[in-house]
Structure formats: structure tokens, C-alpha cells
């Protein structure tokens, strides 16, 4: 079986990786002054930083160190990439790099563009002429613009004003490929797409349910809040296929007792197979007591969902889920027991064709218990990246609020035009030779894409391909346009001018930037977009140039974003949670029930893609799974007996093979649910069929039915 090289997660381990790193740089004392500085954390949108420094979180704790801030920080503090690299290496070389090496290569430090076999260096001027002249020469509607959540506010505000006001409805972020079903379940479920707690919530809640995510990995200071309400007396629950070293036992670094001696993460830890979530919570909504008067009073949809409840026999529901039925009673029990309850999760749930039933069902197992509209009470999806809630709320989109679209004409005479696509809709667009121009505002779109030979042929059907980035990434290399422009920008703490984030709490930080660490031609995103936008349509409507100036679209997201308008004087009355989101007292009406069917059991193995200790979304920092004992990614992860059954031990070579492609790979045995298969994600995408959940139009990464054998047999 694979063994970790530590016995539990976090810990000296990590203070040894985090000092390494910044003494890696050759300007140790430069990268703690950048780690403290008052900008929002580069990574996760757990919400670091801002105004309070960083390592300090929204609580004013300090400090809240982090393997995951540290590399994203450490990596932006690379040398620039030198010209002579571009003329030696050309894109088949180019394509050969992993994520890691294209991460190494350093900052990208002035304006590229793909010049027959290779990239090229090419001045400002001539690129956004280049980039101009490509969204001029079609019409609106044969372009998208894609967002990362790695933008702050002001530029992913004035991204969408630029493509609604050139008439482009194509408007989409991340989101689409990770989030987008828990924000289309929230929306139904109490109106709102995010999170209704904030972090002071964590601090009072008797019970948390973590399903389908790995905290210790992705978002490791949540972490910390698990051991401290498990220290309150409080409960953790943690609903996983695979069972995940940092959720069993993790040293905070910023703890003397944990570090000395680790601290138990959860208390009760079940392993459903995949697919098993709805099995599972419909289960333990029929085992639990429920809050009748919440239920009666602030509550739709309850009888409804009772007598589909009444057909269903909770043996039946365990054995689909592939729970024993002492672990769910001892669940169920404790659930029960617990006043007050955050259920929290991440892709884990929403990366199937049915990820929106899951959270509808995660829902009302909360609705059912009251755990609801009061503190230490609510739902909350543990978001990826640092700003991609922000860049959602900032429209980018291709719907939006009607409050949000009435201002957005009335202040800009820009009209959102329905019926846009959203980003697996314009890879299918693209696929077809239907897209000319696409404008990449951040992140990897080809990495983060399910069947990657069929994104790579999408993406490279673009007449023109305009990428906003710090550093380069596979993406750039096989997700290039016909014409390829690749254009360097700032870090947050690097710009001249603030900008804001908003966390997964829905509180928006300001971050105050600061100075470029490389010399060269980096410039702000706001100062590209405006330009650019100034080039396409001219100053008829208005001088896009002002658009440039952070105070002023913080004006206009005020104005135009609902529950924004502190953000006018965020700079003198400081940071502020986003109205109408959060729920302490029940103010938001009547919440939904839903009844949601139980997805039949798909035959053999499933897999699921996830992620590393070692990397952030498609972005590796390391080879090593720490975590999971993995020294390499080119390994599948299987149950003991599924392995003993097939023939397969550990550190085989073994072929594991979906309807659209196969790997060879080798064989690590851990502790997963029967008939699960786990592979890094975003290599593994390769066998990842392009199939949606319905609802949310998010890809199924972690329920792709596959085959695995010894290879050669
Ligand atoms: S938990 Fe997330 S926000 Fe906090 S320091 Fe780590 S990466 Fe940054």
C-alpha cells in the first residue's frame, strides 16, 4: 500500500518547505515582506490577507501559514523567461513541458506572439493592434471571453463591459468546469449562489460535514477551523471515497501543541463509493430528527419530499451509497445531537452528471435539521481559486442578475444580451470553427477541459487567441489560436493600483499591490482591457482609457453589482461583506426542499480526477504527493481488494481505459471505496469523456466508468 512519508499532514514538514521555498528565491527577507503584505492571498478563496497583512485571516489570526500561498508567491518571483528561450524551443518542444516545467520557466516578461513553429517577442503596440484587429475583422458572436478567478474585481468588471459592449454575449469564468452546480442548487435552494455563513460561523458551529473535498490539500488553513471546533467539542464529519491523510490527523504549523503532537482532523469519516453522495444524504435525512417547526415555518417543499422519502428504504440507500449501516447511524446520530451544523463541500459533489442533485440533496439534509438562517448554521461551497466568487459576482457570466443588467445599461448604455454561452458551449463552438477571436483573461482553459485532445483541436480552430498571464502554462502551448498572442501582466501585489477580492465567506479584501519583481513590460490587466477595448470600439459611447482607473470601476461596481455598494469606500471605511448573502436569522423567506431521485449505480470502475498536495487547479508545484505517498503523477489510486481481485499489485503497471482514451500507469493501493479509481487531475483528462450534469453544465470529472487491467494482459 502507498505510505505517506509523514504520519500526518502539515507540520515541520511544511515550516521546512515553506522556508526552502522563500530562501529558494535568493531574497528571503523580500519574499516574507511580500508573504505580510497587505494583498489578498494569490491561491485558494478560503481568503488570506488584505487589509490585516498576510497569513492573517478574515478572524485577524496570525499566522496562518501556508504551503499553498507560499508557492504561488515564490513562483511569481522567478526570473524573467529570456528571449532566447523562445527562439531555441519550438511549440512541439514547447508542448513536451509538464505543468510543473512550464511553471518553472519563470515570468513572462513582455509580449509573445506564435510566429509559424515558435513564439516570438512582439511590442505592445503591435500586439493589441494584432488583437484589435482580430475581434474588429468579426462579428461579436463568433468570440468569447474567458476569465480565471486569478483577476481582481476591477478587471473582471471591465472584461465583461468590454465584451457586452462589443456585443459579445460569450461571457464565462472558471466556475462553469468547478462551481457553477453549487451555485445553481443554492440559487434554488435560498436565492443566493454562495456561501450563507461566514468564518465566524466556523467559530460557533457545533458540527461541520466536509463532502467531496480535500481542505488539508487545497485549502489547507480551513483545516485549522475543523481542529478548533473538534476542540470546542464539536463534530467533524467527513464524507470522502478515499480517505485523506489531512483529514485524519494534521500539525498546525501555528500551534505548539499540534505541531508537537498532530491533531485528530474528523471524527467520523465514511467513504461512499463514487457516485454514492445521493444514496447517502437521502439516508441520513430519513435517519435524522428534524427540526419540524423550522421546517413548518421557514420552509417550502416538505411534503413533497417526505413522500418520496416514504418509498425509499435506507438499507436500500446504503447499500447503493456503500455505507454500513452502524457508521451512518453513528452519522446520523451526531447530526441529530448538534444544534447547529455547517455543511461544507467541494468538487467532489459537483463533478458528476448529477453535481446539482448532490448539493440539492446535501440541502435538504440541512433544511431538515434547521441548519439554517442562524449562526454556526448554513451551507458553503469550499471555492477554488482566490477571486473566482469575485469575478462570478462581477458578471462574468453569461447571465446576470435583472438588477445587474437594468444598471449596467442605464450607467453604460451596455446591453446583456441573452442566450450567450458558457465556456464548455464555446469549446463545442470553437470545435466546430465557429469562434474567431477568444480573449483569456488568466488560468489553463485547455488544462481545465474534459477529453484533451478534443480541447487542444478546439482551441487551436481559434483564428486568434489573446492570453492575459503571468507566467506560461501548458494551455499557452496546446490551447493556442491560429494567431497567438500571449500577453504579460501583473500580480495583484505588483500593481500601482489597489484591487479587491471577495472570498468564499463573500468578504471582499482590498489588496494594496506593490512593485513588479522582474524587470520588463508587465502591465495591469485594467490598463490591457481598456486599451484594447479603446482600439475595438473607439470613444463613441464613452473613453475606455478612464476605464483604466481602479476607484473609478469600483464606482461603477458599486452601482451596478447588487449587495457591492461599500465598495465605493472600501478604501477609507475598509473591507466589507457583500449584503444579502449570508443568513444569521432567517430573513431569507422560505428556503426549498427538493426531491431528488437517487442516480442509479453505474456497473465497474469509476474514476475520479483530483488533486495533489503539491499543486493548485491545473498548477503543479511538485511531483510528490506527500500526502498520499505518491513520488509521481502517473499513478492510479485503487482499493485493495478491487486490486487483489484484478491481479494487480502495488507499483504495477496497469492500463486504465475510458470510452475516449487510455493510460499507463502504475498501480498504488490505498484506502478508497470499492470499484473507485482515482488519477491526478489535469493529466488524467485525457480519459475524461465530455459528458455535463444537465442542470449546472458542469463536466463529470470524478464519474468517468472505466476499465483497468495489468498492462500487457
Ligand atoms: S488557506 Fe488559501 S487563502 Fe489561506 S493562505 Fe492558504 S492558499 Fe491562501
Not at 314 to 335: F, N, P, Q, S
Request: hydrophobic share 40%.
Amino acid at each position: 500500500m502507498a505510505q505517506p512519508r509523514v504520519r500526518a499532514a502539515g507540520g515541520l514538514p511544511a515550516i521546512r518547505y515553506v522556508l526552502g521555498k522563500a530562501w529558494g528565491t535568493g531574497e528571503f527577507t523580500q519574499t516574507l515582506q511580500r508573504l505580510r503584505s497587505k494583498n489578498t492571498c494569490k491561491t485558494c478563496a478560503l481568503g488570506m490577507g488584505g487589509q490585516n497583512g498576510g497569513m492573517v485571516n478574515e478572524a485577524g489570526h496570525f499566522p496562518e501559514v501556508c504551503k499553498k500561498s507560499v508557492q504561488a508567491q515564490t513562483a511569481d518571483m522567478q526570473p524573467a523567461i529570456p528571449e532566447s528561450f523562445f527562439a531555441a524551443n519550438d511549440l512541439t518542444a514547447l508542448r513536451r513541458l509538464s505543468s510543473r516545467e512550464a511553471e518553472n520557466l519563470g515570468r513572462l516578461a513582455f509580449p509573445i506572439v506564435l510566429d509559424g513553429d515558435r513564439f516570438r517577442r512582439i511590442g505592445w503596440e503591435a500586439a493589441l493592434d494584432l488583437a484589435a484587429g482580430a475581434l474588429r475583422d468579426t462579428s461579436p458572436d463568433r468570440t468569447f471571453w474567458y476569465a480565471s478567478g486569478r483577476s481582481g474585481n476591477e478587471s473582471a468588471f471591465l472584461m465583461q463591459l468590454a465584451a457586452r459592449a462589443y456585443g459579445s454575449p460569450n461571457v464565462h469564468n472558471c466556475s462553469f468546469y468547478c462551481h457553477n452546480a453549487s451555485s445553481v442548487a443554492l440559487t434554488e435552494i435560498y436565492g443566493s449562489g454562495t456561501a450563507s455563513v461566514t468564518l465566524d460561523d466556523l467559530g460557533t458551529s457545533d458540527l461541520v460535514l466536509v463532502a467531496g473535498a480535500n481542505p488539508a490539500s487545497n485549502h489547507p488553513r480551513l483545516v485549522t477551523q475543523l481542529i478548533n471546533l473538534r476542540r470546542r467539542g464539536g463534530t467533524v464529519i467527513v464524507v470522502n471515497p478515499m480517505s485523506e491523510l489531512g483529514l485524519r490527523r494534521f500539525r498546525l504549523p501555528s500551534d505548539a501543541r499540534s505541531l508537537a503532537v498532530g491533531s485528530q482532523v474528523s471524527d467520523f469519516y465514511l467513504q461512499p463509493r463514487i457516485g454514492g453522495d445521493i444514496a447517502l444524504f437521502t439516508a441520513l435525512l430519513k435517519m435524522v430528527a428534524w427540526d419540524e417547526a423550522f421546517v413548518a415555518d421557514h420552509t417550502h417543499g416538505a411534503e413533497a419530499l417526505r413522500a418520496h422519502l416514504a418509498t425509499l428504504d435506507v438499507d436500500e440507500l446504503l447499500a447503493a451509497a456503500g455505507i454500513a449501516r452502524a457508521d451512518a447511524e453513528r452519522a446520523a446520530a451526531a447530526i441529530s445531537a448538534a444544534n447547529t451544523g455547517i455543511f461544507m463541500w467541494s468538487m467532489g459533489l459537483t463533478h458528476h452528471t448529477h453535481g446539482t442533485d448532490n448539493i440539492r440533496a446535501l440541502g435538504n439534509l440541512a433544511l431538515a435539521r434547521g441548519f439554517f438562517g442562524r449562526p454556526g448554521a448554513g451551507l458553503m461551497p469550499i471555492r477554488g481559486h482566490s477571486n473566482v466568487q469575485g469575478v462570478g459576482s462581477m458578471g462574468v457570466a453569461p447571465e446576470v442578475k435583472q438588477a445587474f443588467a437594468e444598471e449596467l445599461e442605464r450607467r453604460y448604455g451596455v446591453t446583456v444580451q441573452p442566450g450567450g454561452q458558457d465556456t464548455f458551449a464555446s469549446m463545442q463552438a470553437a470545435h466546430d470553427g465557429r469562434i474567431d477571436a477568444a480573449v483569456l483573461v488568466g488560468g489553463n482553459l485547455w488544462g481545465s477541459n474534459p477529453d484533451s485532445e478534443w480541447a487542444a483541436q478546439a482551441l487551436q480552430r481559434i483564428g486568434t487567441t489573446v492570453s492575459l498571464t503571468t507566467k506560461l502554462n501548458p494551455g499557452h502551448f496546446h490551447g493556442n489560436g491560429r494567431t497567438a498572442l500571449i500577453l504579460p501582466v501583473l500580480a495583484r501585489d505588483e500593481e500601482a493600483q489597489a484591487t479587491t477580492q471577495e472570498s468564499m465567506f463573500n468578504f471582499v479584501r482590498l489588496s494594496e499591490g506593490g512593485q513588479p519583481f522582474v524587470a520588463g513590460e508587465l502591465r495591469a490587466e485594467t490598463d490591457v482591457l481598456a486599451t484594447l477595448a479603446d482600439r475595438v470600439l473607439g470613444r463613441e459611447r464613452f473613453d475606455w482609457t478612464t476605464l483604466a482607473d481602479h476607484a473609478r470601476l469600483r464606482q461603477g461596481i458599486a452601482a451596478v453589482v447588487p449587495g457591492y455598494q461599500s465598495i465605493a469606500r472600501i478604501e477609507t471605511d475598509g473591507e466589507f461583506t457583500v449584503q444579502g448573502r449570508t443568513f444569521r436569522e432567517p430573513s431569507f423567506g422560505h428556503a426549498n426542499f427538493h426531491v431528488v431521485q437517487v442516480p442509479q449505480a453505474v456497473p465497474g470502475f469509476q474514476l475520479m480526477t483530483i488533486r495533489s498536495e503539491g499543486q493548485f487547479n491545473t498548477v503543479v508545484y511538485d511531483e510528490e504527493d506527500l500526502y498520499r505517498g505518491n513520488t509521481t503523477r502517473d499513478v492510479a489510486m485503487l482499493n485493495v481488494d478491487d486490486a487483489v481481485e484484478a491481479g494487480i499489485r502495488e507499483g504495477d503497471l496497469i492500463e486504465v481505459r475510458s470510452e475516449i482514451g487510455a493510460m499507463q500507469v502504475r498501480a498504488a493501493i490505498v484506502d478508497i471505496a470499492r470499484g473507485s479509481v482515482a488519477m491526478y487531475y489535469p493529466e488524467a483528462n485525457v480519459l475524461v469523456t465530455p459528458r455535463l450534469d444537465p442542470d449546472s453544465r458542469t463536466p463529470a470529472f470524478k464519474s468517468v466508468p472505466v476499465t483497468v487491467r495489468r498492462a500487457g494482459h
